[in-house]
């Protein structure tokens, strides 16, 4: 809403810079007018029905443009593995507003030629020539300085929120989703006993295994960023009070099988992995995380053949030592996690994991081709890791294609409001410009002349609109995982981008300005 509303307000000065342009350019055309007798009243109510024709017009676009695409914003189902849609149906209220709104902003920032014409003395104008240009800053520099900076904190959240989305789909989660196919089941659902589904997790596991190309596989009763978290209180070895306030940390739990860390492409950085014998006739053990390590035992070294307690009072020991991942979510701060073996704590829940370079889609159909031999009455569902990764990347890419449209937005307002200024600024001078090009003014100074005002306006708006950005960025990194400003083809995009967008502003009234004939100008003056 708020950047809705700076938009909006970049429009509205948009329109002033328009209107005072075109003031400008009839600045004769109302003197005359004027000087013939027709009352400054008539003037007014011309302009002003002009601008709220284009208001209207304006309006009007813009509530046919959101009539097509609200239905469709209803129908959008944005988490493929939850029926879950919000369905929006703006009333007349909604609409109402909307026009409100455009013809309000229209009229306000319509009278900035309003005041002009209402100000100019015919005699002078009709005499010099919209001439004498103020040399001080006006309200209007400070609102297209405004302008150009919200485009630039747009175009630098969108930068900064579409290289934070590329590296998320290329990082280091601890573990790895490219080349990995889930396979998601609940054998309770499909009423195996609980002795019947480690027999059957094993037949899973062995029909996977045996698909040509399949390199790795494994089984777990949840991987992570699965939106399944499990979570459980620890407690050190030799505590007695179990309460969850006495807790020495909260953590993620997983039941793994082994080879689970292969599968997943987790790296074990000390101790051993899994076996079979790691079953329920053997003591308890686990495989925490690095950040585990630290906050339980103060290193990982410490942590190999240490024990703790988990909330039941069982004593677990720590044989292997994982690195660090991401559990919940993607901007979360590292969390300790620890790793079951499955078969000392079975679970109905079941994912199972097969890596391999085969193309997905022959993966995928060899997979149910499997299970469906096993047991043809088993629910499942299989896609890739990356497919299930969709639903915690859903707000990063909200956010990288919402700050995309509304940096469209704002750089489309930035040019127009840019030329809209430099037009103005040419239009009031263009006796002066002939006059200089008539005593031999160089086509650059004349450009430097016409122009330097706009450009420095730009300048300074896009370095404001720049540090704005940066500062937002701490913000935008708490929803896009691995955004951050500090980085070379953000910063060289952003002043790239705003670099571009002057040029081509005010490349229309750099050419008017340069190809003005002093003859022609000054018989017509």
Not at 40 to 56: C, F, K, N, P, Y
Not at 88 to 109: I, M, R
Not at 165 to 188: I, K, P, W, Y
Not at 501 to 507: F, H, P, S, T, V
Request: proline share 5%; glycine share 8%.
């Amino acid at each position: 809403m708020l950047l809705a509303g700076l938009i909006l307000l970049a429009a509205c000065a948009n329109l002033g810079s328009l209107f005072a342009a075109r003031a400008a350019d009839r600045s004769k055309e109302i003197a005359l007018r004027l000087a013939l007798g027709s009352s400054r009243g008539r003037i007014v109510r011309q302009l002003l029905t002009e601008a709220t024709m284009i208001s209207l017009a304006g309006g009007l676009v813009g509530v046919t443009g959101s009539v097509w695409l609200l239905p469709w914003l209803s129908a959008w189902q944005p988490l493929p593995d939850y029926p879950i849609n919000v369905p929006v149906n703006p009333d007349a209220t909604v609409y109402g507003v909307a026009l409100l709104l455009a013809l309000v902003s229209g009229l306000l920032f319509g009278m900035v030629p309003v005041r002009q014409a209402l100000a100019s003395n015919p005699y002078q104008v009709i005499k010099s020539g919209a001439t004498g240009v103020a040399r001080r800053f006006t309200l209007r520099d400070l609102l297209l300085a405004g302008q150009i900076a919200i485009c630039a904190v747009l175009v630098t959240a969108s930068l900064v929120a579409v290289r934070g989305l590329m590296r998320s789909l290329h990082s280091n989660f601890g573990f790895r989703a490219q080349n990995a196919m889930l396979v998601e089941t609940d054998l309770a659902m499909a009423r195996y006993s609980a002795e019947q589904q480690p027999i059957m997790q094993r037949r899973m596991l062995d029909a996977a295994q045996a698909i040509s190309g399949v390199t790795a596989a494994a089984y777990a009763d949840r991987v992570p960023l699965s939106l399944d978290s499990h979570f459980t209180n620890v407690f050190v070895d030799g505590d007695t009070d179990l309460k969850a306030s006495k807790a020495a940390a909260q953590t993620t739990v997983y039941d793994v099988s082994p080879g689970y860390f292969h599968a997943a492409g987790t790296t074990l950085l000390t101790g051993r992995a899994f076996t079979l014998h790691d079953d329920k006739s053997s003591p308890r053990v686990a495989i925490v995380n690095q950040q585990f390590a630290r906050q339980l035992f103060g290193s990982m070294e410490k942590a190999i053949g240490g024990h703790y307690k988990i909330r039941d009072g069982t004593r677990i020991e720590v044989v292997g030592v994982a690195e660090d991942g991401k559990y919940s979510s993607l901007a979360e701060d590292p969390q300790p996690a620890m790793f079951f073996p499955i078969l000392q704590s079975p679970s109905s829940d079941t994912w199972l994991l097969v890596r391999s370079n085969r193309d997905p889609g022959e993966l995928t159909e060899a997979l149910n081709n499997s299970m469906r031999g096993l047991d043809p009455g088993l629910p499942f569902s299989i896609r890739t890791w990356y497919k299930a990764l969709d639903t915690v990347l859903f707000p990063a890419r909200v956010a990288t294609v919402s700050l995309g449209v509304l940096g469209g937005l704002g750089a489309l307002l930035a040019v127009t409001g840019i030329f809209g200024m430099a037009a103005y600024w040419v239009s009031k001078r263009l006796l002066e410009f002939g006059i200089r090009i008539a005593l031999g003014a160089q086509r650059k100074e004349v450009l430097r002349s016409a122009l330097g005002r706009t450009l420095r306006l730009l300048a300074f708006g896009s370095v404001v609109g720049l540090v704005l950005g940066v500062a937002g960025a701490k913000v935008l990194s708490l929803i896009v995982y691995q955004a951050t400003p500090w980085d070379p083809a953000v910063l060289g995009g952003v002043v790239l981008t705003m670099l571009l967008l002057g040029l081509l502003a005010a490349w229309i009234p750099a050419l008017r300005a340069l190809a003005t004939d002093p003859s022609t100008l000054l018989r017509e003056q």
